[in-house]
Nanobody
Framework: QVQLVESGGGLVQPGGSLRLSCAAS????????MGWYRQVPGKQRELVAT???????YYADSVKGRFTISRDNAKNTVSLQMNSLKPEDTAVYYC?????????WGQGTQVTVSS
């Protein structure tokens, strides 16, 4: 069993920056791909970015060029640097990780972009 805890959410103005972090604990060994998703009330959770153990990354078109995902395999952590934030980035952001073929989710952290 793997536990994921996100942190770093908050309120920022449009054009601002925010950095989210996620730490894995429990039986947090052999964790494979990790990523970030976000969800707005009434809409399905959507993929934001993913990163493999080797460092290969994928970004949704909506955040490409503005967000950067990174990870530390030794510490089992993943981060999301968010720059040039827009109001449409407002959502609850969730950390995701896979161990073997089982996926795990964090509790989510709120990101609000508003003036």
């Amino acid at each position: 069993q793997v536990q994921l805890v996100e942190s770093g959410g908050g309120l920022v103005q449009p054009g601002g920056s925010l950095r989210l972090s996620c730490a894995a604990s429990g039986s947090a060994f052999s964790i494979g791909a990790m990523g970030w998703y976000r969800q707005v009330p009434g809409k399905q959770r959507e993929l934001v970015a993913t990163i493999t153990r080797a460092g290969d990354t994928y970004y949704a078109d909506s955040v490409k060029g503005r967000f950067t995902i990174s990870r530390d395999n030794a510490k089992n952590t993943v981060s999301l640097q968010m720059n040039s934030l827009k109001p449409e980035d407002t959502a609850v952001y969730y950390c995701n990780a896979y161990q073997i073929s089982t996926g795990y989710w964090g509790q989510g952290t709120q990101v609000t972009v508003s003036s």
